[in-house]
């Protein structure tokens, strides 16, 4: 078992680029999630998942999309990349608040 | 919105010392999380608290769910290089189970 695999593990855009940050589970989990990890700040939720079809916005979604066609799947989007969005995403997913987290990636917007 | 205050923001550790931080909140969870977060690497849980007055252990760590279920506590025994790293505590702010809110993170150093 994989548990949650994010690709890719680093990347650098140029401001005004998109581009769709992948995110895996195999645990079967309903409940996904996107956080942005940045300096002294701890994590932040971006969006979250509760299943297939549903997504719904967390403390920091501006400038993020996310869909949910499959139960394993959870991508998130940067349609128009800002340096503000420079920082460190994971994705998770869980049940019964414990949270499984992916590796991260590592986003520079220069 | 809801705010997990963390303390110390980062520690030096000693080989062999016990080491203790903390998480406040400004209101109450009715859970509470430990992780840890290795450089490179996602945060691991380790250690989740569901009850007030709860005392739980895992291995050399320690953790309690504060009374007033506004806090809560992280203790580390006989520490080791390979405590080292970001302790992070979280909690669902609702009922909503997986949302998660964290604490800005207590950095565990190596003493030079």
């Known amino acids: 078992n994989a548990g949650v695999t994010q690709t890719p593990k680093f990347q650098v855009l140029k401001t005004g680029q998109s581009m769709t940050l992948q995110c895996a589970q195999d645990?079967?989990?309903?409940?996904m999630s996107w956080y942005r990890q940045d300096p002294g700040m701890g994590l932040r939720l971006i969006h979250y998942?509760?299943?297939?079809?549903?997504?719904d916005q967390g403390e920091v979604p501006n400038g993020y999309n996310v869909s949910r066609s499959t139960t394993e799947d959870f991508p998130l989007r940067l349609l128009s990349a800002a340096p503000s969005q420079t920082s460190v995403y994971f994705c998770?997913?869980?049940?019964?608040?414990?949270?499984?987290f992916g590796q991260g990636t590592r986003l520079t917007v220069v | 919105g809801q705010q997990l205050n963390q303390s110390p923001q980062s520690m030096f550790i000693q080989e062999g010392e016990d080491v203790s931080m903390n998480c406040t909140s400004s209101?109450?969870?009715?859970?509470w999380l430990w992780y840890k977060q290795d450089p490179g690497e996602g945060p691991v849980l380790l250690i989740a608290?569901?009850?007030?007055?709860e005392l739980t252990s895992n291995g050399r760590l320690t953790a309690q769910f504060g009374i007033t279920r506004k806090d809560s506590f992280l203790n580390i025994s006989a520490s080791i290089p390979s405590d080292v790293g970001i302790y992070f505590c979280?909690?669902?702010?609702?009922?909503?189970?997986?949302?998660?809110?964290f604490g800005g993170g207590t950095r565990v150093l190596v003493k030079p």
């Open positions: 998770a997913t869980g049940e019964n608040t414990e949270a499984f």
């Open positions: 645990m079967n989990h309903e409940y």
């Open positions: 998942s509760v299943g297939a079809g549903i997504t």
């Open positions: 209101s109450i969870f009715n859970t």
């Open positions: 608290l569901y009850k007030a007055g």
């Open positions: 979280a909690g669902p702010p609702d009922a909503a189970g997986n949302k998660l809110t």
